[in-house]
């Protein structure tokens, strides 16, 4: 089975998770996908395959005759999607792309005035959506190149330390690691394949927090309302006014951090506004927390004490947890380049199932899987592109043979 034909099938799952949800998994259906996975797992002759009760799958690839002693690597993937576009049912298609525009089956088209890096894939063999749903390449890219891998190892005989492999439910919803069982694990240090074009290796990535914003207003007749009524609705409009305007996502990009009003709703008498906050310096976060405060304290100092503003830490930027094991960067790098694939190390505008398990005693990158437009109808993945990741995983386990002799 090709990684074509193994990303097919998998995206046939339909695996969003629920941050509304307090159970792991947050849905169920990240079942059936692990399911099959632990199947083709057990197919593969691999031990140690285990899926627990909160869908972390697990399994290892025993070291070849003579190469027990090398650094164990592992290479890991989520199994569920964004809820930021339908996950059912995805009606995936193979487009020998030639460049221009791509119509989609359901209507749509894929414009290269909006995605511009189109024009680079002339040539590549694209999978594309019917521009209805996502199409689920991230992550189930990255879940088709660890399994291909896997079986290229087998297949090849070529000599390896000890490798493991792990499917993770709720990334989306940043619960990936929470229940992630490092020692059990086994790996040395590993790579997160969850990122977007081919060569892409991302070591830095955003510290992270949340913030909801609950408001009680005062809902009366409006022909009565002078001087009695308080609009939470317009008091929530309000707030995210006093918010700095030029630290949101449509004006920041590098490492400049931001706000995102991710949802908000109510009415006269009570409203609610959700935040991400973000940014690759800790302080710079600080400060931005700090913004929130401030703004509920001029709603409050405006209407009285109607505003309750919660603060949450999510996860921090792995870079300073990386900083004392680099090799698992310079290893990747080396990997790349000696496939022909120039590394793209640039910081994540975002965060990683990585980010937490290197603080939880794991380095773990983030290397890209061809995969673009995550989280959107006009996702698509290249073919060539996770062709070549899986090249990248066979080379990194075969590589570090040497590396440690």
Partial sequence: MSVADRFLKYVTFPTMSDGGSESTPSTEKQFALA???????HELGLCGVRLDENCYLYAELPATEGCGGVP??????????????????????????T???????????????????????????????????????????GAAEIMDALERLISSGTPHGRVLVAFTPDEEIGRGADLFDVAGFGADYAYTMDGGALGELEYENFNAASALV???????????AKGRMINAGRIACEFDGLLPAD??????????????LVSMGGSCEEAR?????????????????RGFEFAANEIRRRYGDIVRLTLRD????????????????????????????????????????????????????????????????????????????????????????????
């Fill in 214 to 224: 609950e408001l009680r207003g005062v809902s009366i007749h409006p022909g009565t």
């Fill in 35 to 41: 399911r099959a996975l632990e199947s083709e797992l």
């Fill in 72 to 97: 164990a690597v592992g290479f890991i993937a989520h199994l569920d999607t964004s809820d930021a576009a339908p996950d059912q049912p995805v009606r995936a298609r193979v487009v020998e792309y």
């Fill in 314 to 405: 999510a996860y921090r930027n792995m870079r300073e947890a990386l900083e004392p094991h680099m090799y698992v960067v310079e290893r990747a790098e080396a990997a790349m380049r000696a496939l022909g694939i120039e590394p793209r190390v640039h910081p994540i505008r975002g965060g990683t199932d990585g980010a937490r398990l290197s603080y939880m005693g794991l380095p773990c990158p983030n290397l890209g899987t061809g995969d673009y437009n995550a989280h959107s109808r006009f996702e698509f993945v290249s073919i060539d592109q996770m062709e070549k990741s899986v090249e990248l995983i066979v080379r990194i386990v075969t590589d570090a043979v040497g590396f440690s002799r």
């Fill in 247 to 260: 630290e949101i996502p449509e004006k920041t990009d590098g490492y400049e951090g931001f706000h995102h």
């Fill in 273 to 289: 506004l959700e935040y991400i906050i973000r940014d690759h310096d800790a302080e710079k976060l600080e400060q931005k927390k």
């Fill in 99 to 141: 460049g221009g525009d791509i119509p989609l089956d359901g209507g749509e088209v894929m414009r290269v005035s909006d995605y511009p890096y189109l024009e680079d894939m002339r040539g590549e063999r694209l999978i594309v959506t019917d521009g209805r749903t996502l199409l689920g390449g991230d992550d189930k890219a």
